[in-house]
């Protein structure tokens, strides 16, 4: 398993940018580039949903509809980071992010797909 710590979260107007990072450390065994990392986001009262994930094998994010053309995600290995590049933020998009990862090179877009989690970082949106 990786632990991953997220940070970058705030308070932001609509229409701002936020970036958040996720930070990952591997005791031993499998290096952090080999992990297909994801973000997902919780709003009170709803379920974790998909945001967007990148492969390790592919290295081609797949976005949630929702965000596509606003979010983006990339990776930095020698850094053993992800990044989620939200632009163009809406009140809708307001929630906890996490991050998470996996070792299966294909995305997963359910929450059972990851086996590592962060603890998360506060997003809110104003209007």
């Known amino acids: 398993q990786v632990q991953l710590g997220e940070s970058g979260g705030g308070s932001v107007q609509a229409g701002d940018s936020l970036r958040l990072s996720c930070a990952g450390s591997v005791d031993f065994g499998r290096p952090f580039s080999r992990y297909t990392m994801g973000w997902f986001r919780q709003a009170p009262g709803k379920e974790r949903e998909f945001v967007g994930a990148i492969s390790w094998k592919e290295r081609t994010p797949g976005l949630a509809e929702s965000v596509e053309g606003r979010f983006s995600i990339s990776r930095d290995n020698t850094k053993n980071t992800v990044y989620l590049q939200m632009n163009s933020l809406r009140p809708e998009d307001t929630a906890v992010y996490y991050c998470?990862?996996?070792?299966?090179?294909?995305?997963?877009?359910?929450?059972?797909?990851?086996?590592?989690w962060g603890q998360g970082t506060q997003v809110t949106v104003s209007s």
């Open positions: 998470a990862a996996t070792p299966m090179e294909i995305i997963a877009e359910t929450p059972r797909g990851y086996d590592s």
